[in-house]
């Protein structure tokens, strides 16, 4: 290319960003026209906080992180869900290394079985980024990555004991085992909960590759027979699941989230949600420094004991300076 026309293409650089910015906005415009046709449009002006587990607490990893915003029960193992600015648990978008890790049943993630050990990182984004992360994002979206580090943290007692090692910067190996007490106030029966989780990570050619299984059981008072009866002891087993590959431009990943409720040594409840997810963008730099154009679509396939879900949706944001952000995305199946 000579000089002449490199100087052509920098100076009418800016009028592609131009050109291009107003085809996103007459697509959009004509997809809010048909009203069915589009999902969402969102304009985002959202706060991003980074954060690392801090061990100083024997919680849940969410509850380390933003102790006053998780909402929590059951004791150690119960419930930990996420919710701000007045939404539910429901309205925030979980993901972990890439995918979304929500459970395709009940709609929320338990961060209750996330045991912290400081070889994760989360970083928060508040308010609503439905463009990029789905509808159910209106409360905000957490996005947990596995960072394993090196070395070894043990902590033994008693009533609670931890040990998770990592190695190589790849495998992490975490045990707990810790004593809730009593769920209930009228008898002194120790609940137990146990968590057995291993991880890897690494990188290879430029992509991640990343895998979690947790594995737990939690022993605990006041739980239903199947009569829905209220007994004295119940016993919660359960696995989680959740592997990804991905680099700049795709993600693809798995989930799952099962667990077996047991009254009086009798099952009584089964849970298995799972999740396979496609995500394919690109990002161009259009117009002005620091503006960016992303298109982009997405395939999401929910399993919840019979039920299933295919979606596909495209969607496309143009950004500016990371703090303001307009687009918008369509079902690919035309329908709302």
Known sequence: MNKFDKNFHLNF??????????????????????EEFIE???????????????????????EIIQP???????GLGGFVGFAERGTQSVHT???????????????WYDFAHDVPTGFEKIKIVNGPNSVHYGSASMGGTVLISDDLGDGLITRVGSEHSLASYSVNDMFNVTYLRANNGS?????????????????????????NLSANYTDYDYDYDNCFNDAFES???????????????????LTFGYSSNEADYFTEDVQTWNSKAER???????????????????????????LFQDN????????????????????FRVNAEGEA
């Open 13 to 34: 650089l800016p009028l592609y960003g131009v050109i291009v910015f107003m085809l996103l906005m007459a697509f959009a415009h004509e997809a809010k026209a048909e």
């Open 40 to 62: 969402e449009v969102v304009v985002v002006g959202a706060e991003v906080r980074n954060e690392v587990a801090d061990l100083s607490s024997d919680f849940s990893l969410l």
């Open 68 to 74: 006053a915003s998780p909402y929590a029960i059951g």
């Open 93 to 107: 978008s979980v993901y972990r290394n890439g995918i979304p890790v929500n459970d395709s049943g009940a709609g």
């Open 183 to 207: 769920v209930r106030t009228d008898n002194e029966e120790d609940d137990w909960y146990e968590n057995k989780t291993a991880r890897t990570s690494f990188d290879f050619a430029g992509w």
């Open 231 to 249: 007994v004295n002891d119940c016993l919660q087993v359960g696995e989680k699941i959740n592997f990804s590959l991905r680099n700049d431009y």
């Open 276 to 302: 396979y997810y496609l995500d394919i963008k690109e990002t161009f730099q259009v117009g002005v420094p620091a503006a960016k154009l992303t298109i982009g679509l997405t395939a999401n396939h929910e």
């Open 308 to 327: 299933e879900d295919t979606r596909t949706r495209f969607y496309s944001t143009m950004n500016w300076y990371n703090h303001f952000a307009i687009g």
